[in-house]
């Protein structure tokens, strides 16, 4: 069954501090995985986009990592800002059909504090 | 900016009502999406289309129906809303084909039946 993990559930940081956010996934066969920011009562905006090829990106503050071999991937958030305090969810999106159908996770509920 | 609009944005309507979620995009994407999610929870696929009179359901079980007969405009209709269809409904497209194309959303329409 393709699923997608997301952990923690939730986090708490004070701001200027760093974190990772993880993301482990059994979507097969894997095409991409992307990290989106969903500010409360909005939609999802993309922050990252990898592809099997693909083991970082950086986008800003944000820098994910992807390992293909394990199905694992982390958002890790440098310089936290209170801005930042949102869901990061990951998706993953096979290649096994037309649709290329997206594979979200629960999200992780990312709080910074002053 | 993501050129995908839904509208309206907030939607407090009682019992037995009919109601059309409207979402638009502008991109030309071949493929747009319906996710239902209810608030800390993760997305669920309700309606997708892989482009013009082409619909199909999606993994939650919805009574809405949803129809494509413009590329740009995938609206989502309920006959006869109830209490337990209040949530936040998503719209997202992306473009056929291309392993590295983003999915973008649209800013949600937040339902309230009562």
């Known amino acids: 069954k393709n699923q997608v993990e997301q952990s923690p559930q939730s986090l708490i940081i004070l701001e200027g501090k760093n974190c990772t956010l993880q993301?482990?996934?059994?979507?097969?066969?894997?095409?991409?995985l992307r990290w989106y920011k969903q500010d409360t009562g909005r939609g999802p905006v993309s922050l990252t986009i990898?592809?099997?090829?693909?083991n970082t990106k950086s986008n800003g503050r944000y820098t994910a990592t992807l390992d293909a071999d394990t199905k694992q991937s982390s958002l890790h958030i440098t310089a936290s800002q209170l801005s930042d305090s949102a869901s990061y969810i990951c998706?993953?999106?096979?290649?096994?059909?037309?649709?290329?159908?997206?594979?979200f996770g629960r999200g992780t509920q990312l709080t910074v504090w002053p | 900016e993501a050129d995908i609009y839904q509208t309206p944005r907030y939607l407090v309507i009682g019992t037995g009502k009919k109601i059309t979620l409207e979402c638009s995009q502008t991109?030309?994407?071949?493929?747009m999406y319906w996710y239902q999610q209810d608030p800390g929870m993760e997305l669920h696929l309700i309606h997708y289309?892989?482009?013009?009179?082409?619909?199909e359901k999606g993994d939650l079980s919805s009574e809405s129906t949803v129809s494509r007969i413009r590329t740009e405009h995938f609206p989502l209709t309920l006959e006869s809303a109830r209490p337990s269809h209040t949530s936040q409904y998503l719209c997202?497209?992306?473009?056929?084909?291309?392993?590295?194309?983003?999915?973008?959303f649209g800013q949600g329409t937040r339902l309230t039946v009562v």
């Open positions: 990898m592809t099997f090829s693909e």
């Open positions: 998706v993953v999106s096979d290649r096994g059909s037309t649709l290329g159908r997206l594979y």
């Open positions: 991109m030309g994407h071949d493929k």
């Open positions: 289309s892989y482009g013009v009179n082409s619909t």
């Open positions: 997202a497209s992306t473009r056929v084909g291309d392993t590295r194309t983003e999915a973008f």
């Open positions: 993301c482990n996934y059994t979507v097969s066969p894997f095409s991409n």
